[in-house]
């Protein structure tokens, strides 16, 4: 009778984080930490903008990474470690929007200075096509940017975070999302006319973003 083994996992082809991943599998607490330390910051990026909240981004950031240690022992490296696991924190925020009141909780937006220092400041000129023509100090543009990502829906935020921010390919914010890449396109067509017309009046003479776009 002829046998035959499963293939053995190349390690050396995974990206360095699932090969961390693997490690963590394997019950190594050091990987664990270093995988916490690499992604805590980008991670509570994402969850703040999602959920508006620096404590709820906090506490969500600890749930995401205690889903992923207690799911290390089914990890399989089929994708990208952040896409597994902004997968999860997809899931987390939005787990945590279904269950919050509808009330809208209010934000200061020195809640922890990190917002001012989010790549997505720089949209303004890009979803506007133009140099503002107002000069904004640093606090005023991150409160734009700010009320701008709020006027987005849930969806067309999360694309937008994991396409400018985390810079992941239309085909890693699918997976993530669980969408397919044309309908992710689209999304973040969607997007970018949405935040054009939220910014463009904002830059030209200080118009407040709507509540919401659709």
Do not use: C
């Amino acid at each position: 009778m002829v046998t035959t083994e499963s293939p053995r996992l190349n390690l050396d082809s995974l990206d360095p984080d699932a090969r961390l991943m693997m490690r963590v599998r394997n019950d190594d607490a050091a990987a664990f930490e270093e995988l916490v330390r690499r992604y805590q910051n980008r991670l509570l990026h994402v969850l703040r903008n999602l959920v508006g909240s620096q404590q709820q981004a906090e506490d969500l950031a600890q749930d995401v990474f205690l889903r992923v240690y207690r799911a290390r022992k089914n990890y399989e490296p089929t994708a990208k470690f952040a896409t597994w696991l902004f997968t999860i924190a997809n899931n987390v925020a939005s787990n945590a929007r279904r269950s919050r009141s509808r009330r809208k909780e209010v934000n200061v937006i020195g809640d922890s200075g990190a917002v001012a220092a989010n790549p997505l400041e720089h949209m303004a000129e890009a979803a506007s096509g133009a140099m503002p023509t107002r000069q904004l100090d640093k606090v005023e543009r991150a409160e734009m940017v700010k009320l701008a990502m709020e006027s987005l829906n849930e969806r067309q935020r999360m694309a937008v975070l994991l396409s400018k921010f985390e810079g992941m390919s239309y085909i890693d914010i699918a997976e993530t999302m669980d969408l397919t890449v044309p309908a992710i396109k689209s999304l973040l067509s969607r997007a970018r006319t949405n935040l054009r017309q939220v910014l463009e009046p904002y830059i030209q003479d200080g118009t407040l973003p709507a509540d919401s776009v659709e």
